[in-house]
C-alpha cells in the first residue's frame, strides 16, 4: 500500500518561503508522475504543480509561476514544492499526489496534506 506523506507546512510572514516535502513508502514512485495541489477554505481543491518522471518536465499553475519550484528524487522517493514570495492568497491546505503515467491524478495516491498559513 502506497502512503504519501506531506511535511514543512507552517506559517510565515507574506514575501516568506516555506519548503514542502513529500515522502512515499510503500512502492518506488519512478513510474509515477508527482504533483502538488491546495484547497484554501471555502474553496475547491486546484492543481499547483506537477513534475515528470526524471525531473524533465516541470507544470506549474499560472499564479505560482516564477515563485514555486517542484522537485523530485527518485532515489528516496521524495519530491519537495520550494515556495518563495508567499502571500495570504496561497493560504491553503497543500496535497502531494503520484499518479501512474498515462493515468488521472484520482487514480492515483494522495497524502493527508500540510497546512500552509500566510499571514502578518
Known amino acids: 500500500q502506497v502512503q504519501l506523506v506531506e511535511s514543512g507546512g507552517g506559517t510565515v510572514i507574506p514575501g516568506g518561503s516555506l519548503r514542502l516535502s513529500c515522502a512515499a513508502s510503500?512502492?518506488?514512485?519512478?513510474?509515477?508522475?508527482m504533483g502538488w495541489f491546495r484547497q484554501a477554505p471555502g474553496k475547491e481543491r486546484e492543481f499547483v504543480a506537477a513534475?515528470?518522471?526524471?525531473?524533465?518536465?516541470?507544470y506549474y499553475a499560472d499564479s505560482v509561476k516564477g515563485r514555486f519550484t517542484i522537485g523530485r528524487n527518485n532515489a528516496n522517493s521524495t519530491s519537495y514544492l520550494q515556495m518563495n514570495g508567499l502571500s495570504p492568497e496561497d493560504t491553503a491546505t497543500y496535497y502531494c499526489?503520484?499518479?501512474?503515467?498515462?493515468?488521472?491524478?484520482?487514480?492515483?495516491?494522495w497524502g493527508r496534506g500540510t497546512q500552509v498559513i500566510v499571514s502578518s
Open positions: 510503500g512502492r518506488t514512485m519512478n513510474n509515477f508522475g
Open positions: 499526489a503520484a499518479s501512474p503515467v498515462g493515468t488521472d491524478w484520482s487514480d492515483g495516491y
Open positions: 513534475i515528470g518522471l526524471a525531473n524533465e518536465h516541470t
